[in-house]
């Protein structure tokens, strides 16, 4: 079955540690998207890809990082520079990233606490 | 001010009942509109699409595009228990690799 598979599901990480989610989709998408969800609240977009080796910081980056090595892997890096990760991770994929968009499809989602 | 931007809700309805749930947004550049259902705790899921002026209507939901006003919205007829959700409505604007989300709108439908 097509889809894209977040992992783990659940995740603690101490004061100070860095950790890394995993996004693998095997839609062939082009496009790739990490989203943060805090409780109450919509998504706000992290970090894109639109092609293999490239990606542009969204509009909470700070305290991130992304890599795009393979065009089925979007792995995200929440690093000790992020203050406040505790929260509800989503990535997502979309096949067309360029004139009329497409929906996303999302994984199952991370949630992050902070221990 | 907002790119994407939905009543604050929550909304209750009786089941049996419309609901109806209003988007606005601000890049006048955005050419594709999409309606998401989100249950607690669990990920987003595709409801609607719309990339046209007019209605598009799918089941019991119809999809709402107004170009002109910048204006998006759904409505759900014969409201279900099983509707009962966060309904999140996303665009893809001037920059058509990045997809904006507003904060939702909870609807709560009751028997």
């Known amino acids: 079955d097509g889809g894209i598979t977040q992992s783990p599901k659940y995740l603690f990480r101490k004061e100070g540690q860095n950790v890394t989610l995993s996004c693998e989709q095997n839609?062939?998408?082009?496009?790739m998207y990490w989203y943060r969800q805090d409780p109450g609240q919509g998504l706000r977009l992290i970090y894109y890809s639109q092609i293999v080796n490239d990606f542009q910081k969204g509009d909470i980056a700070e305290g991130y990082s992304v890599s795009r090595e393979k065009k089925e892997s979007f792995p995200l890096t929440v690093t000790s520079a992020q203050k406040n990760p505790t929260a509800f991770y989503l990535c997502?994929?979309?096949?067309?990233?360029?004139?009329?968009?497409?929906?996303?499809?999302f994984g199952q989602g991370t949630r992050l606490t902070v221990v | 001010q907002k790119e994407v931007e939905q009543n604050s809700g929550p909304l209750s309805v009786p089941e049996g009942a419309i609901a109806s749930l209003n988007c606005t947004y601000s890049d006048r550049g955005s050419q594709s509109f999409f309606w998401y259902r989100q249950y607690s705790g669990k990920s987003p899921e595709l409801i609607m699409s719309i990339y046209s002026n007019g209605d598009k209507e799918d089941g019991r939901f119809t999809a709402q595009l107004n170009k002109a006003s910048q204006y998006v919205s759904l409505l759900i007829r014969d409201s279900q228990p099983s509707d009962s959700a966060t309904y999140l409505c996303?665009?893809?604007?001037?920059?058509?690799?990045?997809?904006?989300f507003g904060d939702g709108t909870t609807l709560t439908v009751k028997p």
């Open positions: 997502a994929s979309r096949t067309d990233n360029r004139g009329r968009g497409t929906e996303a499809f």
């Open positions: 839609l062939n998408h082009d496009a």
């Open positions: 996303a665009s893809i604007g001037t920059n058509a690799g990045k997809s904006t």
